[in-house]
């Protein structure tokens, strides 16, 4: 379990972090807490965009490298999810440091419009 972290500086979301542990705990699989970091601060993406969270969340993680196991599998934890920007630059970082992301655990995920549309 990866929970994506914050974009913020000061009064960070605690939920990725919070319901990575209770999955970790319930399922008895690994946390991992420290490989995924914030690599530059980012706009907060309540007000943008479809193509815009995609170019604000690009480049804005860096990962460390397995320690024990390459290639090790890891799941990725978030509160909500959107257009999938935040998680696809999340797992960018983690797969080019030699984590296989098996996939995103979200607690929730914004309505889509009769469109097909994510309703941001």
């Not at 804005?60 to 257009?83: E, G, K, Y």
Request: proline content about 8%; aromatic content about 4%; charged content about 20%.
């Amino acid at each position: 379990m990866v929970p994506i972290p914050s974009w913020k500086k000061q009064s960070t979301n605690p939920l990725p972090a919070l319901l990575a542990r209770q999955l970790s705990l319930r399922l008895h699989w690994p946390l991992e807490v420290r490989c995924l970091i914030r690599s530059r601060p980012v706009l907060g993406q309540h007000r943008l965009g479809r193509e815009l969270r995609w170019e604000n969340q690009r480049g804005s993680f860096t990962a460390l490298r397995p320690l024990h196991q390459p290639r090790r599998r890891v799941w990725l934890v978030d509160d909500i999810l959107t257009t999938g920007a935040t998680a696809c630059a999340a797992a960018a970082a983690l797969n080019s440091q030699g984590w296989r992301v098996s996939g995103l655990i979200c607690l929730a995920r914004t309505p889509v419009n009769r469109r097909g549309q994510t309703v941001i």
